[in-house]
């Protein structure tokens, strides 16, 4: 099956960037203009991959964004006029020059003629050689509006992703983006870097950010991606943590190449570098969990998203607690959450879609069963997926780290990341605190937590009580009326031990024995975020 050939990466040429700067800029090309231009149903048609609406939509229409849509995002042929008249200050020879558009004959390749800026007709059709689409999103620091460059997509080209492909910002990318922590740093390592959309984040927040991949076409996007938003960054190529040897961070953000692919060589043709980690199963996230924490500095996080294979009637997060062994004797805290899994099957049919290859395809057979094969030679029953989290405690203090998995598939209201940093951070308070000592504190109940009674109808007394987050993971804890009554207390006006005396008192139960069950449980709870000391 014929895939996407890669074509020269953009070049970043100064002059011509800030033209091309200027040009987006006039012509409004935000993603916000963007779908007021398309309205809503050919909005979310296009997020769905069906771009019929937006080219009905854009057909009749001449203005610059729409223009631009046309060409960068749906990957139509333009006439060479109009790209002219959208990109005024740039202009159609500029555009050629930084490989941002070729002769729709030459579109697929690389093209002498247009490197060497020979003039063309001007009414001589273009295509785009890359995707150049707005980027918005909104986190702790405020709004957001760039533009990112990738390779073109499947739904642009109408043929499956090359091995060579650089994405775009995919669910994963956003994914990650909404759980970073965003506290001001020093220094800031985005592994795995490709177009580099973790590392434009990081620059908001951090003071130098360096940025790595394997693929050389990665970081030349990448490159492009920050000139033409006007970021500095460093891109250093090579492959995991080789390019940062004896260097440290205070934060670590990766979306590492996990997808778990054959590695018969007859697949070769069926694994993407972006993805793709030329490894056996989950062994390059055990390898990259294993060195990791020698790269963080006193204080430094790191955050990153993985899959790890769950064999036989093994607990879900045996892989993950062997590859982090070390980090807990190196006195590393980390936590595991795991938010879905998939069965063997599931896992391939989803990787081979992303790559553009579908049931109707001949090879979707030979490519689905070289998964099923592969899994099945080491016993794999399902495959999480889920964020993995570091954080090395401030400088001085001497403990094991703490190792905490949970499966966790909810998400409540608000950001992920402020609370994935609370709990961290929550983990290194509750390790300095006995149960004296948490008795002794005053904690005060998150305002997003409520009480859920289910009754029998007819009945005074519940026959379930739950405390339910709204916000963070959405977690839900079953209590009991001791529990219940002590967290709904927790308003920083008296200790916890104080409080549970109280309710002890009020409901005559023993209260050496409630508290051997609620300290564990309001411990728990601070860990969630569901209580706040």
Do not use: K
Request: glycine share 10%; proline share 6%; net charge negative.
């Amino acid at each position: 099956m014929p895939t996407d050939s890669p074509t020269a990466p953009p070049r970043v040429l100064p002059e011509e960037i800030a033209a091309l700067r200027a040009d987006l800029t006039a012509a409004s090309y935000t993603a916000a203009a963007t779908e007021d231009l398309l309205g809503p149903v050919a909005t979310a048609a296009l997020r769905r991959e069906d771009a019929v609406p937006a080219r009905r939509v854009l057909a009749a229409r001449a203005e610059p964004a729409a223009v631009l849509l046309r060409l960068f995002a749906l990957g139509e042929e333009v006439p060479g006029a109009q790209v002219d008249a959208a990109l005024p200050e740039l202009g159609l020879d500029g555009a050629r020059r930084m490989g941002l558009v070729g002769a729709v004959a030459g579109a697929d390749a690389a093209d002498p003629v247009d490197a060497a800026g020979t003039a063309h007709a001007p009414d001589a059709p273009v295509r785009a050689r890359l995707d150049l689409t707005p980027y918005s999103a909104r986190d702790d620091l405020g709004e957001i509006d760039w533009w990112i460059a990738s390779d073109l997509s499947e739904l642009a080209t109408g043929r499956p992703l090359g091995p060579e492909h650089v994405l775009g910002v995919g669910g994963a990318s956003l994914t990650l983006a909404r759980i970073t922590p965003r506290e001001r740093v020093r220094r800031v390592l985005d592994l795995g870097c490709g177009g580099g959309i973790q590392a434009l984040h990081a620059s908001r927040h951090a003071e130098h950010v360096v940025a790595t991949d394997l693929s050389q076409r990665a970081l030349a996007f990448a490159a492009f991606n920050a000139a033409l938003n006007d970021i500095d960054l460093e891109l250093r190529q090579g492959s995991l943590l080789d390019p940062v040897a004896g260097e440290t961070f205070d934060l670590v953000v990766s979306n590492p190449p996990f997808v778990i692919t054959p590695r018969r060589a007859a697949d070769e043709g069926s694994r993407w570098t972006y993805r793709d980690g030329g490894r056996a199963g989950d062994t390059l996230l055990a390898e990259l969990l294993r060195a990791l924490p020698a790269h963080l500095a006193p204080g430094a996080t790191a955050v990153m998203l993985g899959n790890w294979e769950i064999t036989g009637d093994t607990d879900w997060d045996a892989h993950p607690r062997t590859w982090l062994e070390g980090a807990s004797a190196d006195g590393v805290d980390a936590w595991v959450i795991q938010r879905e899994q998939e069965d063997p099957a599931q896992y391939a049919e989803t990787w081979a879609r992303d790559g553009g290859i579908t049931s109707r395809d001949q090879r979707w057979p030979e490519l689905i069963g070289a998964w099923l094969d592969d899994f099945a030679g080491r016993d794999v029953s399902a495959i999480g997926f889920g964020y993995l989290l570091l954080r090395r405690p401030e400088e001085g203090t001497r403990r094991a780290g703490v190792l905490r998995t949970e499966h966790a598939p909810g998400t409540g209201s608000g950001t992920l990341a402020g609370h994935l940093a609370q709990t961290l951070r929550a983990v290194d308070v509750l390790e300095g605190l006995d149960d004296d000592a948490l008795a002794a504190a005053r904690p005060v109940r998150a305002a997003d937590v409520v009480e859920r009674r289910h009754l029998t109808p007819g009945q005074w007394d519940p026959m379930l009580i739950e405390l339910v987050q709204g916000a963070g993971l959405a977690r839900t804890v079953r209590a009991d009326q001791q529990l219940a009554a002590t967290v709904g207390a927790l308003d920083g006006t008296l200790t916890l031990g104080q409080v549970l005396g109280a309710v002890c008192a009020l409901t005559d139960a023993d209260e050496e024995e409630a508290r051997s069950r609620v300290l564990p449980a309001v411990r728990e709870m601070v860990l969630g975020g569901m209580v706040t000391l």
